[in-house]
């Protein structure tokens, strides 16, 4: 019996990761400029401070490295606090989670703000028993620290909690701590499907279609 519920944000709840991956280009559009083919990809093997410094070079930006940096943390708790919507079907999968009276708890690496402001515009903050982060718990998801507080903060053990999430690493621990897991397909994260498969109860590639069964597992009318 499945007494409770843990999600992961950033590409399982939200549909946030493209975002993230176009914070260069997003930036440089607010200035007015257009960015290089593959600034993106290139920003994304720097760290935000090599990042800053190569995007003032690049485009003989007034501003200084750590003005960049503040400007384009403001975007971001912007685009949470304005933007970013639900991936499709999730919604539906909450509501589910709702009716039947199973009690959720967020688990993410993120912003704690990011998340509270993203749930309450969306209406969904009080469907949430906590909001836990890595860093308030001080372990990041190789560990499974987050997901083990949350299961205190649920009331259940670890076989009686789902735990939905995209990356494999995450997947990886929660699984092997006895967490059974629902796979959630992100193309930030494609190239790792099949392994995120193979270690999941419940893979969700499509969230509308492939719920269904899901659903039917949690009410007890089908055996996975």
């Known amino acids: ?18 975002t993230w991956h176009d914070l260069g280009s997003r930036y440089l ?6 960015a290089e083919p593959g600034l993106n990809e290139k920003l994304f093997t720097l760290s935000f401070e090599e990042g800053a410094a190569y995007m003032r070079e690049r485009y ?12 384009i943390l403001h975007m ?3 685009f949470y606090a304005e933007e970013v919507d639900f991936k499709p079907g999730m919604q539906s999968l ?30 969904y903050r009080e469907a949430f028993l906590r909001i836990l982060t890595c860093s308030e718990v001080g372990a990041g998801k190789s560990q499974p620290r987050i997901y083990l507080e949350a299961s205190q903060i649920l009331q259940a053990v670890p076989s009686e909690i789902l735990v939905f999430e995209d990356a494999l690493y995450a997947v990886q621990t929660a699984s092997q ?25 419940f893979y969700l590639k499509d969230i509308n ?6 659903e039917k597992w949690i009410k007890g009318e089908w055996r996975a």
């Open 177 to 201: 701590a006895g967490f059974p897991v629902v796979g959630i397909y992100d193309t930030d994260s494609s190239q790792d499907e099949q392994m995120v498969r193979s270690l999941s109860r």
């Open 94 to 123: 909450l509501d589910f989670l709702i009716q039947q009276q199973i009690p959720m708890v967020i688990a993410s690496s993120g912003h704690h703000e990011h998340i509270e402001k993203a749930l309450l515009r969306l209406g």
């Open 76 to 78: 971001i708790a912007d």
């Open 60 to 71: 003989h930006l007034s501003q200084d490295p750590a003005e960049i940096i503040q400007e």
């Open 29 to 34: 559009r607010r200035l007015g400029l257009d």
């Open 209 to 214: 279609q492939d719920r269904i069964a899901l």
């Open 1 to 18: 019996m499945i007494k409770g519920a843990i999600f992961d944000v950033d590409g399982t709840l939200l549909d946030s990761m493209p």
